[in-house]
C-alpha cells in the first residue's frame, strides 16, 4: 500500500533500498538525523505582511477592548459593593462641609464608567491597529538592512 500527497510518499510495507522513508518528502532528510537528535532548521524573518499584522494587530485591539470594559464593570461592581464610592462621599462632605452641592456617586456612576471604557477601547484599537501596521512597516525596513530575525526550528 502507497501513497502519495504534496511531494509526500509513504509506503505501509517494510522499507527496501529504493524507497523512501515513511513520511519524508522526496530528496529531503528524514525528521530525526542518523546521530539520533533532532534536526534543527535555520530560518530568518525577512519580511512581514503589512495587511496581515494590520488585522491580527485589530483583532488582539478588540479583545483587549471587550477585556477593559468587562474588567471596568467588575471593578465597578466590587467598588460600589464595598460602598467606597459613598465613603468617599461622605470624607468629601467632612472635609469641605455639607455646603456644597457636588455628588462625586454622580460622575462614577455605572454607565459614565462604563461610557469612558468603551471610548477609551475604540480609541485603543484604533491606536494599537495603526501602530502594528507602521510597526509591520519599520521592521520589514530594518529587516532588508539588517536581514531580519533568525530563528532556529527543533522538530523534536
Known amino acids: 500500500m502507497h501513497y502519495s500527497a504534496a511531494g509526500v510518499t509513504g509506503t505501509a510495507s517494510p522499507l527496501t533500498g529504493a524507497t523512501p522513508a515513511v513520511g519524508t518528502a522526496t530528496g529531503a532528510t528524514p525528521a530525526v538525523r542518523p546521530d539520533g537528535g533532532p534536526r534543527r532548521v535555520r530560518l530568518a524573518v525577512s519580511r512581514i505582511d503589512p495587511w496581515s499584522a494590520m488585522k491580527l494587530g485589530f483583532l488582539l485591539a478588540v479583545a483587549i477592548g471587550i477585556m477593559t470594559v468587562v474588567a471596568t464593570a467588575v471593578v465597578w461592581y466590587v467598588l460600589d459593593g464595598?460602598?467606597?464610592?459613598?465613603?468617599?462621599?461622605?470624607?468629601?462632605?467632612?472635609i469641605v462641609g455639607t455646603e456644597t452641592d457636588v455628588d462625586i456617586r454622580q460622575y462614577v456612576a455605572?454607565?459614565?464608567?462604563?461610557s469612558i471604557a468603551t471610548l477609551l477601547g475604540?480609541?485603543?484599537v484604533v491606536i494599537i491597529t495603526a501602530l502594528s501596521t507602521i510597526m509591520a512597516f519599520l521592521y520589514n525596513i530594518v529587516a532588508a538592512l539588517v536581514g531580519g530575525v533568525?530563528?532556529?526550528l527543533t522538530d523534536d
Do not use: S
Open 122 to 124: 475604540v480609541v485603543n
Open 82 to 94: 464595598m460602598q467606597v464610592f459613598f465613603k468617599i462621599e461622605e470624607l468629601f462632605t467632612q
Open 110 to 114: 455605572f454607565g459614565r464608567v462604563i
Open 150 to 152: 533568525h530563528l532556529t
